[in-house]
């Protein structure tokens, strides 16, 4: 991907739910939600605090991470969708 985020910003893939549920049931793309579970795919260099030195982002490409139900913009680069948001609002990193 030839996409760079700036600033606190990072672009997250949206990671597909199941399209089960714990009984079998199959739920069709029509009453789906959207996941809010995404992998990072890529990180802007960080924000500046207020005396201009620049603060790295505690996330990185690479990890699975949770975020809010309206968070980021959807945008779509080489054909396939992404959101871009600001690291404020990825409420967490999933580790293991």
């Known amino acids: 991907m030839k996409f760079r ?4 910003r ?3 893939k949206r990671l597909e739910s199941d399209t089960k549920t714990k009984g079998g049931i199959i739920i069709p793309d029509t009453a789906k939600e959207k996941p ?3 992998q990072i795919i890529a990180v802007g260099p960080g924000a500046r605090d207020e005396s201009g030195k ?3 982002l505690d996330v990185k490409a690479g990890d699975r991470v949770l975020f809010g139900k309206w968070s980021g913009t959807e945008v779509k680069i080489e054909g396939e969708d992404f959101l871009i948001m600001k690291e404020s609002d990825i409420m967490g990193v999933i580790e293991g």
Not at 5 to 8: A, E, N, Q
């Open 54 to 56: 620049l603060v790295a």
């Open 5 to 8: 985020p700036l600033h606190d």
């Open 36 to 38: 809010q579970e995404g």
């Open 10 to 12: 990072v672009v997250v």
